[in-house]
């Protein structure tokens, strides 16, 4: 079996040198284990972090040990009461061909409702965290009009939608390229820019009018953040779920330098971690297998195939690759 080893700690954007591609034995089943044969792995923003030693809401990666991270696949052989040979599974154990865990943490997934890959990203994770995002933490209400950064990815697109699908007013969204902002119209937002063509400031300023913008669900941090606390209303609500254009610079990170704003304007500023929402996890997923259904909300996906090339989709998310769910598919 082969798996891949953070092999250094990168300093800034990573490179394909900090990676290292291993083969390993298959380990022998204890009792209550399953052997998975990986299908599907998840590549995510939050990853970077965990390749810095430093403490975070989870632990860094080891040294010359194998990354991990969401992924599904079928169960080869099982002694556990939880799963038999052929369920398709969801756990914990990615970035290899093989994983041998507990029963009890892996989960059995539905692949009549959507394939396989759908669990990483719009019905897994990726999905609650929108929909926690907008509608826990930012407290989203009918007739909001909402502004979305990272708008073309896996979560940034969900959140545009669900907005439209509980009754935003207007939807915003930024992304990095024409392409991605022509995807955006297509799933219905009201308008969309790309972040490169002039100052966010600016195009949020135009896109959001006079009618301004109740709720900024950022994930992007730095100007992004800076352009939205000018131009959100009174009582505006930010929900804080990444900053990702800081996560791999090494300069000092900008912005935003208007904070004093949230006082007159009485805004909240609240950051969250989506497993701290796993209570939603049911609400959720029936909510998101009706709009799935009725087409209101749709999900994209970017596939790249191999575990040797799950690095370089790695580093490719960061850079913008992605359009939707970034999904690293195994043989
Ligand atoms: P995405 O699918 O959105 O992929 C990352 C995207 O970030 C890229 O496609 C790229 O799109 C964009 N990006 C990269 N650099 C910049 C930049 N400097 N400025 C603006 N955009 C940039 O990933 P996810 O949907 O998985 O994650 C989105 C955000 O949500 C991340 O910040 C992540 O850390 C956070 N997150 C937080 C969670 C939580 O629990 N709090 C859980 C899951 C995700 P483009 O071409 O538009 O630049």
């Known amino acids: 079996s082969r798996e891949i080893h953070l092999a250094s700690r990168p300093d800034g954007w990573p490179v394909d040198g900090n990676f290292r591609l ?62 038999k040979p052929g369920d398709t599974v969801l756990h914990g154990l990615g970035w290899r061909d093989y994983a041998v865990l507990d029963g009890a943490r892996a989960r059995t997934i539905d692949t009549a409702l959507a394939p396989a890959s759908a669990y990483l990203g719009a019905l897994g994770l990726t999905g609650l965290t929108a929909y926690a995002g907008l509608t826990k933490v930012a407290e989203f209400k009918e007739g909001d009009a909402v502004f979305v950064s990272g708008a073309a990815g896996a979560v940034g697109s969900l959140v545009g939608q669900i907005a439209k699908a509980l009754g935003a ?47 900024y669900f950022d994930n992007v941090g730095g100007d992004h953040l800076e352009a939205a606390i000018s131009e959100l209303n009174k009582y505006g609500r930010i929900a804080m779920c990444g900053a990702i254009s800081q996560y791999n610079t090494t300069d000092k990170p900008t912005g935003p330098r208007n904070l004093a704003l949230a ?65 690293v598919r195994l043989a």
Do not use: C
């Open 22 to 83: 291993t083969e390993v034995p298959v380990p022998e089943l204890q009792d209550g284990q399953v052997l998975v044969r990986n299908t599907a792995m998840s590549v995510d923003p939050y990853m970077r972090g965990r390749m810095n030693d430093v403490k975070s809401y989870v632990p860094p990666f080891q040294l010359d040990q194998p990354l991990d991270g969401g992924a599904v696949g079928e169960v080869i052989e099982s002694r556990s009461d939880a799963h």
């Open 169 to 215: 007013s207007r939807v915003i969204g930024s992304a990095g390229s024409a392409k991605k902002v022509e995807r955006l119209r297509e799933l219905g937002f009201d308008a969309a820019f790309n972040y490169h063509d002039a100052p966010v400031k600016d195009q949020l300023q135009e896109a959001a009018g006079e009618q301004g913008i109740d709720v």
């Open 263 to 327: 006082i007159g304007k009485e805004l909240t500023l609240r950051g969250f971690i989506a497993s701290s929402y796993n209570q939603y996890a049911d609400e959720f997923a029936a909510l998101m297998a009706g709009w799935l259904r009725d087409g209101q909300v749709s999900y994209d996906e970017t596939f790249v195939d191999g575990l040797e090339n799950a690095p370089q989709a790695f580093i490719d998310l960061m850079k913008g690759a992605n359009k939707g769910k970034m999904v």
